[in-house]
């Protein structure tokens, strides 16, 4: 049953029924406070009922803070992904309660952000909000239908087909060369993505101990996509491997992703390639590799990829080298 009181001018109503927790919910009137306490009386009746007592008392803000502190380190891109959703969790929208999320809300935060970012980094956004909300959902007792769901996302940027020429190539790693107070690790982080199509985070965690000079293979026990894959070396690669001083650490590339992005920033504003992404590297080498292995299988063993289709995307052969093997 519902009850009604009076409190500093404005009412209270109160649901009580077995088997469910309390409700109550504060109205500048008493009509308000009954028409709220026959939508909740009806939805127990009908068997519709859902608990949002939580979802009020906690803000988008708390969610996202509890998911950092319980989620986010159990996440190969944690480092990563604790720069985000901190900056995500300091913006107003965050201030807002998880019941007053609304899809119009989610709509607005979109729209404020594509002035600011790329349509790419908002569909990552609204990606790891869902991602979020739904743990909350089914972890924590928040029940609020996902408003991220409702919105319509941006069109997905189309995907980058940036490769090196030789001639890049030559003046990024003279930018690199260390001199004065450059870091020595970013030329050979560099030649190394060039030279075996590993991914940044799988260079700045390769060991000594997981490489084999003699069998020129380097072993990854956990990659991007969760399984561990051996590299074969190229003889460029393990010449720049055996170049290399041992670093106490163990690690082959003893430097922070932060740091080697900074260093790898500064020598494209020095080399004139402030359009280039270290991972750009990446698909530099696989689309080099595929010259010398035209057998995709043995392609998308080296490169690490499960589906073909995504490869694909990484081999951006140039129209008149493919025009010369046509003839």
Known sequence: MASFRQRGGKWQARVLRDGYPDQAKTFESRADAERWARSVESSIDKGQFVNIN?????????VIERYLAEVTPTMKSAQADTIRLSALMRRPFAKLSMANLSAARVAAFRDERLKQVSAGTVIRELAYLSSIINHGRREWGINVPNPVQMVRKPSSPPARARVLSNEEVLRLLHAL????????WTKPA?????ATAMRRGELLSLRWEHVDLQARTAFLPDTKNGDSRTVPLSSAAVEILTKLPRHISGLVLPVKAFTLDAAFKRGLARAGLDDLRFHDLRRTAITRMAEKLPNVIELAAVSGHKSLMVLKQYYRPSASGLAQKLG
């Open 54 to 62: 939580e979802a009020q008392r906690t803000t988008l803000g708390d």
């Open 190 to 194: 560099v030649q190394l993505a060039l």
């Open 177 to 184: 060369e260390p001199v004065g107070r450059r870091s020595h």
